[in-house]
């Protein structure tokens, strides 16, 4: 705890630090931004396509082999 006091103290006097800082926290909410824009895609994209291949797997039924009687 005692250095983050430090670094604020630091970052409240340092015009570059507090420029550092800001660019920083620019691009972490950017980077999260991002992130959720790309799973509120990406979720239901993923839904859709695993929908079709479910769909496509029940079309194409393959025969069932009574493998019991070789036992």
């Known amino acids: ?10 970052l409240r006097q340092d015009p570059v630090g507090q ?4 660019g920083a926290l620019v691009i972490a909410w950017l980077a999260v931004a991002w992130t959720s824009l790309a799973f ?6 993923v839904l ?8 496509r797997r ?3 039924a393959y025969a069932v082999d009574d493998l019991e009687d070789l036992y």
Do not use: C, D
């Open 48 to 55: 859709a396509v695993s929908e079709v291949i479910r769909r």
């Open 19 to 22: 420029r550092f800082g800001v």
């Open 58 to 60: 029940e079309e194409t």
């Open 40 to 45: 509120a895609v990406a979720v239901p994209l």
């Open 1 to 10: 705890m005692k250095e983050t006091v430090i670094l604020m103290r630091f």
